[in-house]
Structure formats: C-alpha cells, structure tokens
C-alpha cells in the first residue's frame, strides 16, 4: 500500500523522535553560493568539519553575470560570495564547478545532466526549487540555511514527514502546449495552496508522455502551489535519460541499479492523503497576468473578475484590469533561461519558432542557457545559429533574471514574459512586472512584441513541444 515518495522516505529515516520529527538520511546535497556562507560559518564556530563531502556538490550559479564569464565579477557582494564558496568547497574538500568549467551551471541543470541525481536519492539544496530533482523518481526538497549547516555537518537532517497527494495529468496534450503549460494550469486550478503540506507524485498518461526536461519542469514548480516537494515514478525515459551519463552507474553496476530503480513506483493499491485528475485536453497554452503563479489564465484568455483585495492589489501592480484579454498585450522583455526552463529543449523550442523570424524591436530578449553543457549543445546543434539569424543573442549560464541578484534585471515598470518559476512583486527587478509562460509563449511574444498565442505561429506540421 506504499507509496512512491512512503517507499524512499521510509527508506532514508534513520530514527523517528517523539513528536513524529523524523532524522532524514541525505543522499547528495547541493549548494550554491547564496546560502551556503552562513552554514560554512556555523560550523567554524562550532569546530567542526563537513561529515561527507563526498556526497556534497556545488556550482555558483545565482550571483554570476550571464556575460564576459573570463572576466572577473564586476559586482562586490556577488564576487565576495562566489568566492567564498569555492573557498568554503576548498577548505573542505567539496568538489564545486567552478564559474566557466565545463560543468558549470544552475544547480538543479547540472545535477540531472552529468548523473549526480539518480532514483530512489534523498536530495536537499538551500534553494526552494531542488523539487526539480523529484523529475528522476528522488525525494528532493529545498532546506533553510540552519539546515544546510545540519546536513554538512551530520548528512541527516530533522524533518516532518509530509502528507502524500497524487495529481494525475491525463490524455494527449493539444497542439501548442508544453510541460510549462500543464504546471500552470494545475496551479491556477488548485491555486498556490493547494499542495500545503503534501508531497506530490504526478502521474497519469500525460505526464509519462513527456520527456525527462518536460518532468524536471513540473516538478520544479510543484512547491509553486505550496507542496513540500514534486516527484514523477522513473521509467524506461529516466533510465535512457541517466545511461551513459558522467556520474551514472556504468556496466554491472548500471544493471543492478535498473532493476533497483524499477522497483521505485507507487503501489496499484496505495493511498493518498489527497487525489486530483485533470483532463490534458482542457490545457492551452498559459500565462499569468498576476503577481504570483496561481494567477494564470490561456494564453487567448481574458483576466478573470476580482476574488479580493489581495487580486486587485495585484493587478495594481501589472497594470492591468479584470476581464482583459491578455493576448496583444506588450511586452518589453522576454526572458528565456533559469533551472525551470533552461535546458536544451526548452532552447530548441524557441529557437524553431523564431526561426525565419525577427525579434520584434521593442523587446530586449535574455536567452541563458542553464549550464555550460547546454550552452555547448545550442552552439553544436546550430541553434545559437538559428537565434542571432532572428536577431537574438546567447547568453552564458546562469539563473540570470529569474531572482535578480546578478546584472540581469528588468527594469521598473516594464513588461517581461519570463520562462523562470516566480512572478512576485519586484522578483526580476525593483518594481518589474513578470508574465510566466513556456518557451513557445516567450517565443511567440520576442517575434511580435505583445502577448500572442503560439499556435498562430506554428507551421501545420509542428505539434508541441513535450
């Protein structure tokens, strides 16, 4: 009667205290170079050292520009935190990807594509969107910086378990619609509440549709609707995803995780604390008019009547009105990038929709590759070709204008649909207004420079992008 997240949770529990506090086994921490200084500063004052740092990982990637990557950090507080980091990983025997390596990228990018996260993993990160992991059949869940400290220091952390809900995606998707799509209409349905308290499990005949980067994309905003965490059973997609991959099991070892991994699956009879179905006809293509990423509506759609004070304050804020339609909207930015959409299908995406186009001119379009891995990919496969023939530019890893906390920032009162997981007030920049929406959306907006349906694009023979 076990459940997917029971079967990992239960596995990795070390003890289980009075009061139900749960000391949670970690199989691989992530850090980066925002919330790691004050952990690594905790345990100087207390004397003591990392306990694993084998099965500790790290890659700047918040603070760094997206631009002249050789060139030192111009930024003081960026420069002073990145270095700290690599110092920190190096009185400490941490291997870090360093800013320009060849594994360098967003964190949650870098560990799926070289093979550090694998089924069946305990995995925690000082960052809210190390849910994106769950994509690869993990417990994956961000920590707060005391806990980062904990977790260098013992490789367990003290823990709650959380309730388990399953949402179920299922059907074909339409044409024009891709993962981005699906997250955002679960979360304007069930709103940024609805998995409170829960870990969820997707499922269903659309979601084992998609490719690997389409689940890290659901996933990755699964705590977008308030869950602790997102996961998605691994299948024969994970497993081909993972084969071959620098630090996936190789040979016998590959066999015997497999045949460990397929095991890694929910039970026919289990039972979750919350279930929910949704049709994947009834998905469009999204995007959100408000200022959390709840507020979402079709891309064709208009802005629904006011619930509250809280939704008027928010369209204050874009500048919009109930019962607008959002389509031909403008748009002065389109941000394309960040660990929920910037990965290489996410680029290819964009790019075979701008092709034979031009960037609309009064839009300024960020196009940020999530690592170096898929910076050498877009330039391999042409699509860095592609891009600047429609007057594009990539850029260089990093999570960019997803947060603002390196040069990439929209500036105040302007429009950018962004590709990222977050459109609260002020998060891409003082006063800036954020659209969320997929690579096809952000795509079609660069081109024609206002809010437009990607479908109207597309030529007769493209169908979607998984």
Same mark, same amino acid.
């Given at each position: 009667?076990n ?17 139900? *506090? ?23 004052? @207390?004397?003591?050292?990392v ?7 790290? *890659? ?6 997206? %631009?002249?990557?050789h ?25 870090i ?24 993993m305990?995995? %925690?990160?000082?960052? *809210? ?16 910086? *005391? ?48 998995g ?24 990755n ?11 998605i059973?691994p ?9 071959? $991959? ?15 991994w ?13 279930? %929910?179905?949704?049709?994947a ?17 079709? %891309? ?29 909207k @403008? ?11 910037? $990965? ?14 031009r ?108």
């Amino acid at each position: 009667m076990n459940t997917l997240f029971d079967k990992i949770w239960d596995a990795h529990t070390v003890k289980v205290l009075d009061g139900g *506090s749960c000391v949670l086994y970690i199989d691989r921490q992530y850090i980066h170079e925002v919330t790691s200084p004050q952990a690594f500063a905790g345990l100087r004052e @207390r004397g003591i050292g990392v306990f694993r740092p084998s099965q500790v990982t790290a *890659s700047p990637d918040h603070n760094i520009p997206t %631009v002249d990557q050789h060139l030192p950090i111009a930024e003081p507080q960026s420069a002073a935190q990145v270095a700290a980091l690599c110092r920190n990983c190096d009185e400490n025997g941490i291997t870090i990807f360093p800013i320009g390596s060849q594994r360098n990228g967003i964190i949650h990018v870098m560990g799926p594509e070289t093979g550090l996260t694998r089924p069946g993993m305990t995995i %925690v990160c000082g960052d *809210s969107h190390t849910s994106t992991h769950g994509a690869l059949g993990c417990v994956a869940f961000g920590i707060g910086t *005391s806990e980062v400290e904990m977790a260098l220091a013992s490789q367990c952390i003290l823990q709650s378990k959380p309730k388990s809900m399953r949402i179920n995606v299922e059907g074909e998707l339409r044409r024009g619609v891709c993962s981005k799509d699906i997250i955002l209409y679960i979360i304007s349905k069930l709103g940024t509440g609805g998995g409170t308290g829960h870990f969820v499990e997707f499922a269903g005949s659309a979601i084992r549709s998609l490719s690997m980067e389409a689940r890290m994309t659901i996933c990755n905003m699964s705590i977008e609707m308030g869950a602790r965490g997102g996961m998605i059973a691994p299948d024969e997609t994970t497993f081909e995803y993972l084969r071959g $991959r620098e630090f996936a099991p190789q040979g016998a070892e590959w066999n015997a995780a497999v045949e460990r991994w397929s095991a890694l699956k929910s039970e026919p009879d289990a039972v979750f604390d919350k279930e %929910v179905t949704f049709n994947a006809a009834d998905i469009e293509p999204m995007i959100t008019y408000g200022t959390n990423p709840g507020m979402g509506v079709a %891309v064709n759609g208009a802005i629904p009547a006011s619930d509250g004070v809280s939704f008027d304050k928010a369209l204050d804020y874009m500048g919009f009105r109930e019962g607008e339609k959002m389509a031909g909207k @403008r748009v002065d930015y389109v941000f394309v990038g960040s660990c929920t959409n910037g $990965r290489i299908e996410d680029l290819r995406a964009f790019a075979t929709l701008v092709e034979g186009r031009r960037k609309a001119p009064n839009v300024t379009a960020w196009i940020v590759p999530g690592s170096k891995q898929v910076e050498r990919q877009a330039i391999e496969e042409g699509l860095r070709d592609k891009l600047e023939a429609a007057g594009f530019t990539l850029r260089q890893p990093g999570c960019s204008a997803c947060l603002a906390m390196n040069e990439d920032k929209i500036p105040a009162g302007k429009y950018c649909v962004a590709t990222s997981n977050r459109n609260f007030e002020g998060r891409q920049g003082p006063e800036a207004r954020t659209m969320l929406a997929g690579p096809l959306v952000a795509a079609a907006a660069a081109v024609t420079g206002v809010v437009t349906d990607p479908r109207d694009l597309m030529k007769p023979d493209e169908t979607r992008q998984k």
